[in-house]
C-alpha cells in the first residue's frame, strides 16, 4: 500500500497560531480577562466553536447564544484581517523541501486541519499546488482528538488510515492521529507531545532523510 501524508496547518506549515492568539486575546479584554500566551496553548487543533467555550469558561462569563454567534464573527474576522498580508515567508522551515520531495515521488497528501480558511491560507503562502486533498473545518464536524478529520483525509487519499503519516503540533491532534492508528510526527515540546511516534521542535529538524523512511 502506498503511504499517505496529512499535514496540520496551524504550527506545521504556517504559523498563524500568533494570529489566532491575537484575535482571541482581543476577544478576552472584551470579557475582563487577561488571555495569556499559555492559555492559548489550550486552543491549538481546536475548533473555533470549541475555543470559544473555553474562553468563556476561563473569563467564567456565561453567554448567551446570541453572543457566542457575534463573538464567533468578530473573532474570525479579526483573524482574517490579520492573515490578509500573509506570504510565503511564513512558511515554517523546511516544509517547502519536504512538499516538493513528496510531490517529486508522486506520495499523495493531503492537509487535515480544524482551520476554516485552510485553502486562502495556502493559497498566499503558494502551496496548495502541493495537496491532493484539503479536509479542513468546512468538511468536518467533530474536532480533534476525534479521528475525523485524518479519516476523511486518509480517505480522500485512497489511503489506509494505518498507512497515513500525521504532522501535527497539538496535543489534541497527536491524540486524533494516534485514534486513527495513524503515524505521527509532532512538533513542539515532546513533553506535551509525548504521545506521538517521533517527536521533533521545530519543522528544521526535520531531515529529507528521516521523511523518506516514513515511506514505505
Known amino acids: ?3 499517505g501524508f496529512i499535514f496540520d496547518l ?3 506549515i ?6 489566532h492568539f491575537k484575535a482571541w486575546q482581543s476577544l478576552a479584554k472584551n470579557l475582563q480577562y487577561n488571555f495569556t ?3 492559548n496553548e489550550q486552543f491549538k487543533g481546536v475548533s473555533r466553536v470549541r475555543s470559544l ?3 468563556l469558561e476561563m473569563a467564567q462569563y456565561k453567554a448567551t447564544e446570541k453572543e457566542k454567534e457575534q463573538w464567533l464573527i468578530d473573532k474570525n474576522t479579526h483573524y482574517l484581517s490579520l492573515i490578509s ?21 508522486q506520495i499523495p497528501v493531503a492537509l487535515g486541519s480544524a482551520s476554516k480558511n485552510a485553502q486562502p491560507i495556502l493559497e498566499k503562502v503558494g502551496l496548495l499546488s502541493y495537496f491532493d ?12 482528538p476525534n479521528p475525523e478529520v485524518f479519516l476523511t483525509a486518509a480517505k480522500g487519499l485512497g489511503v489506509a488510515p494505518e498507512d497515513c503519516v500525521v504532522f501535527e503540533d497539538a496535543q489534541a491532534g497527536v491524540a486524533a492521529a494516534k485514534a486513527a492508528k495513524m503515524t505521527c510526527v509532532g512538533i513542539g515540546d515532546p513533553a506535551i507531545l509525548f504521545n506521538a511516534d517521533h517527536c521533533f521542535a521545530s519543522t528544521a ?12
Open 37 to 39: 500566551e499559555q492559555d
Open 14 to 19: 504556517v504559523d498563524t497560531a500568533k494570529y
Open 133 to 144: 486533498v484539503l479536509v479542513d473545518g468546512n468538511e468536518v464536524t467533530m474536532a480533534k
Open 1 to 3: 500500500m502506498p503511504t
Open 10 to 12: 496551524d504550527g506545521v
Open 53 to 55: 467555550e473555553l474562553l
Open 205 to 216: 529538524e526535520i531531515t529529507p532523510s528521516f521523511v523518506q523512511s516514513l515511506i514505505a
Open 85 to 105: 498580508h500573509m506570504n510565503n515567508s511564513e512558511i515554517l522551515p523546511g516544509i517547502t523541501e519536504i512538499l516538493k520531495a513528496l510531490k517529486a515521488q
